[in-house]
């Protein structure tokens, strides 16, 4: 069983940085397509980035572009979801998730294999 720890979360002032971390404990999920996907008050859950094991091609949702960045390290088996010019609008609880792909990044949750238990955001304006 795959189980995946999200950390780096906080209370930040509008117009600051985070960096969130998901990590895998008990069986890899090396090999997979990752994403980040966040959950507001009150809404639905909604993809946020994602990246495939490899290569270049990288997916964000439109309120995050150019804001987030999403990256990993398959040296230490851990994905980054590098958050700069936060928004009120952006407090959450963010979940990093695994994908039954490779090599493409999707965004459907049903698409995600493994979810971790959440990391939450909140920005103060």
């Known amino acids: 069983q795959v189980q995946l720890v999200e950390s780096g979360g906080g209370l930040v002032q509008a117009g600051d940085s985070l960096r969130l971390s998901c990590t895998p404990s008990?069986?890899?999920?090396?090999?997979?397509?990752m994403g980040w996907f966040r959950q507001a008050p009150g809404k639905e859950r909604e993809f946020v980035a994602g990246i495939p094991y490899f290569g270049t091609t990288r997916k964000y949702a439109d309120s995050v572009k150019g804001r987030f960045t999403i990256s990993r390290d398959n040296t230490k088996n851990t994905v980054y979801l590098h958050m700069s010019s936060l928004k009120p609008e952006d407090t959450a609880v963010y979940y990093c998730?695994?994908?039954?792909?490779?090599?493409?990044?999707?965004?459907?949750?049903?698409?995600?294999?493994?979810w971790g238990q959440g990391t939450q955001v909140t920005v103060s304006a």
């Open positions: 998730a695994a994908s039954k792909y490779q090599a493409y990044v999707v965004t459907p949750e049903r698409d995600y294999v493994y």
């Open positions: 008990g069986r890899t999920t090396a090999y997979s397509a």
